[in-house]
């Protein structure tokens, strides 16, 4: 598998913290150069620390069509056409159905979804005018099964995964594929916060593997699917779930 993505660029949102940072990391270890997009605070000196060179931050609210496109905008005017888009920016606002409120639907399908829409369709214009592009979309597991207190959440990745194979399709003659990874829990800072005690037995119990899934390996199958080896795949979602989805 080809691992060295030299002269490569990537737009990765959501690199401030978390997944995003850790599939920032990865892919700049192996010589790509990172646009991060984000509106955490956080952000300037999270590409800073990536090895390498020439990585940008770019705060941005995806949520934006324009913003979104104007991210793009400036990525290819300061350091050129990205190969790469991985949307990893997303939001939880978790709570049971008949309480969930409108505003945290609206937010959470504003960035998870909307955001992730908005971040491809600027990335892929400019990919298809290449000839050549690769998008993975962070979804979850949420997607395809039903948690409680997560009716916002599942269906915003539910959508990114319809968009997801949808774009393959109209996109796969043109050099552009697009795929989405779906993880189980991440065991990330946040993640180690909110998951904790019985709450976090619990769910690692529901996990066939036992564990929650490293960032890192979520950074590894993203890579993949981000490199020329993975050419023929397109509009898949690829779960890295410990066998939670199958149970």
Do not use: C
């Amino acid at each position: 598998m080809t691992t060295d993505f030299t002269d490569q660029i990537a737009v990765i949102t959501g690199a401030a913290a978390g997944i995003g940072q850790a599939i920032a990391t990865h892919l700049a270890e192996r010589g790509a150069r990172i646009a991060g997009v984000d509106i955490a605070p956080g952000l300037a000196d999270a590409i800073a620390a990536l090895p390498g060179e020439g990585h940008v931050a770019v705060t941005a609210n995806i949520a934006d069509a324009t913003a979104a496109q104007d991210a793009i905008t400036r990525v290819v005017a300061e350091v050129g056409t990205p190969q790469i888009l991985v949307n990893s920016a997303g939001i939880g606002r978790f709570a049971p159905g008949e309480d969930l409120s409108e505003k945290d639907w609206q937010a959470t399908l504003a960035v998870n979804l909307s955001g992730s829409f908005f971040m491809t369709q600027a990335a892929g214009r400019a990919m298809l005018e290449a000839g050549y592009g690769r998008v993975v979309n962070i979804a979850s597991q949420a997607a395809g099964i039903g948690l409680v207190e997560h009716a916002a959440y599942s269906a915003s990745k539910a959508g990114v995964l319809g968009f997801t194979r949808v774009l393959a399709v109209e996109w796969a003659g043109r050099g552009v594929t697009i795929n989405a990874v779906s993880p189980t829990i991440a065991d990330t800072a946040l993640a180690r916060e909110i998951w904790v005690g019985e709450k976090g037995d619990a769910a690692r119990a529901q996990i066939p593997a036992g564990r929650f899934v490293a960032p890192e390996e979520i950074a590894t199958l993203v890579a993949f699917l981000a490199g020329p080896d993975s050419a023929m795949i397109t509009g898949e979602d690829m779960r890295i779930d410990g066998g939670r989805s199958v149970i």
